[in-house]
């Protein structure tokens, strides 16, 4: 194992301090618990929008906090889900009197402990919303969940929820609307390699080096089947093709398409793998009207990518359009 790090039980704290001494003009970190929060936070009369998982899939979540998408993110240990006490600090933090929407990947660690701290926050008077997540088609159940993971759109939610709070939209509205989100868009991923967590200093699996798992999760979690590596245009296919049927997408459909990294593929092959999602896209009628290329949800090195598809309308085209101003995520502002 070869890691830019000094020792494992340490990294996220260090990450987290590293963070704030680069940030300070979009962000404030706390540590204990440990919590990434807006610098401007609370806003008064705005909704509080919290995310958090495990960390290890940066830039998500807490390179996402800023004006016009999260007010807080909550960094648990590496592939971990984070505890109830951060996400209570985060809600608490967020709250400007207008309440406050957990979005939650659906991993069950992480439910159990956003529901813990929604009821804590209740009892403080905080009004709380939580919406979940489950755009994975790669499969029904995995290791860490019941039902599909939450994954790409989850990238997508937050940035279009994070305008309509900006927007002044109120609790039930906000909530409403990234559920939408969520139920308009379908994500599917695979890898080259495995990654390696620092702690475990192994590959969480392993694979032959002529050979890809389609349909990973973004643990390492196995996918739908394990094949011999092909060529970007048939890997596309293999990706794309579950996830046009499932929704379903339709020709004259204008979609949001979303190439992610896994965190070890260079640009140069994302860019060739968003230019065959578009030649299959035009071949069956649907229109990419917005995208996003590039590494976004990570797994630590693994090589791999993900695409994800957001059937998109006038309003949700409008709000993805809206300025944004975070470390990942940045335009018109």
């Given amino acids: 194992m070869k890691k830019l790090i000094n020792r494992p039980e340490d990294v996220v704290r260090e990450a987290l301090e590293g963070v704030a001494a680069a940030h300070p003009d979009l962000v404030r970190v706390t540590y204990d618990p440990a919590v990434i929060v807006r610098a401007d936070a609370p806003v008064q009369g705005k909704v509080g929008i919290v995310s958090g998982g495990g960390s290890g899939h940066e830039p998500m979540h807490g390179a996402f906090v800023g004006m016009g998408m999260l007010d807080a993110a909550c960094p648990g240990e590496v592939f971990t889900s984070p505890t109830p006490d951060q996400m209570l600090a985060a809600t608490q933090a967020v709250d400007g009197g207008a309440g406050v929407l957990h979005i939650v990947k659906n991993y069950t660690g992480d439910i159990l402990n956003f529901e813990m701290a929604a009821e804590l926050a209740g009892a403080e008077g905080i009004p709380v919303e939580a919406v979940v997540t489950n755009d994975d088609v790669a499969v029904q159940d995995s290791l860490y969940t019941a039902g599909r993971r939450g994954v790409g759109v989850t990238v997508l939610a937050e940035k279009i929820t994070g305008a309509a709070a900006e927007e002044g939209r109120d609790l039930a509205t906000v909530a409403e609307l990234c559920r939408r989100v969520n139920a308009n868009g379908r994500s599917m991923g695979m890898a080259l390699t495995s990654c390696i967590v620092p702690a475990a200093g192994v590959p969480t699996f392993e694979l032959a080096d002529d050979e890809m798992e389609i349909g990973i999760g973004i643990h390492g979690e196995p996918g739908r089947e394990r094949l011999k590596v092909e060529p ?88 993805w359009d809206a300025p944004v101003k975070t470390a990942g995520l940045r335009w018109g502002a």
């Fill in 232 to 319: 970007a245009h048939d890997v596309v296919r293999r990706l794309a093709e579950p996830i046009l049927e499932d929704l379903p997408f339709s020709s004259g459909d204008d979609v949001l398409a979303f190439v992610n990294g896994m965190g070890g593929t260079p640009d140069l092959e994302l860019y060739i793998v968003y230019n065959e999602l578009r030649k299959l896209l035009d071949a069956g009628g649907v229109r990419i009207a917005r995208n996003l290329v590039g590494s976004y949800i990570t797994s630590l090195e693994m090589a791999g990518c993900s695409i994800t598809l957001l059937k998109l309308d006038d309003e949700l085209t409008r709000l």
